[in-house]
């Protein structure tokens, strides 16, 4: 069974304070993708990366997938408010090429 | 922005009743998919549609569930007799291929 655990499960945290999340797997991932999810609604996809090692910076927010394409963090920089929610990590290609494998997710609270 | 669309935002229904929940996919995509996610859990993947058949389903997509493109434009969800177990947010979500799928805001089923 492939999956993608992530960690914490839950952070809460000072304005302009930097954090990071990660998402583990024992699976090779063809590529990685991070969502965002307030309550109610549908996931937003933030970030797809692709290459082993690969850096994308959207803002204040930097994804790196993991040289050896099982692993990926998410590193946010000065949080604030506003980056409150849900992030989830889904991996593409693994065992399936159409089926998403999911992480938990990480609920994140940013306090003014 | 395109953007999926679904309908209805919410339906409640009685157990044993039939449910249609309908998207509208980002029109250039090519790959569609239904999610579902029951309350405080994580997302997970149900079916994915390409060139008009079913390419990849899970062991929730039983015998109850189906799947349509009827016109070219929507996609909707069937499930013939629903359970109370089915209570869950059902998302849709579109994708062009690998890198990322945009999902649509939800419709969140009741069954009772």
């Known amino acids: 069974t492939q999956l993608l655990e992530q960690s914490p499960q839950f952070l809460s945290i000072q304005e302009g304070e930097n954090l990071t999340v990660y998402c583990n797997s024992s699976?090779?991932?063809?590529?990685l993708q991070w969502y965002r999810q307030e309550p109610g609604e549908g996931p937003v996809l933030l970030v797809t990366?692709?290459?082993g090692g690969e850096v994308k910076k959207l803002k204040r927010l930097t994804f790196q997938f993991g040289d050896a394409r099982k692993d990926s963090s998410l590193h946010i920089t000065a949080a604030q408010p506003g980056d409150t929610g849900l992030y989830l990590c889904a991996g593409e290609g693994g065992r399936s090429n159409y089926q998403l494998i999911w992480g938990a997710g990480t609920k994140l609270i940013i306090k003014p | 922005e395109p953007e999926v669309t679904q309908t209805p935002s919410h339906q409640v229904t009685q157990m044993g009743q039939e449910v249609i929940l309908r998207c509208v996919p980002i029109s250039n995509h090519l790959y569609f998919y239904w999610y579902r996610q029951i309350l405080g859990q994580k997302v997970e993947f149900l079916v994915s549609?390409?060139?008009?058949?079913?390419?990849?389903k899970s062991e929730i997509f039983d015998d109850q569930f189906s799947v349509e493109r009827p016109d070219g434009s929507n996609f909707t969800l069937k499930i013939r007799s629903t359970k109370l177990e089915d209570s869950a947010m059902y998302f849709c979500a579109s994708s062009r291929g690998t890198g990322g799928a945009f999902f649509g805001q939800g419709t969140r089923l009741t069954v009772v």
């Open positions: 699976s090779v991932f063809s590529s």
């Open positions: 990366v692709v290459t």
């Open positions: 549609f390409y060139n008009n058949e079913i390419s990849e």
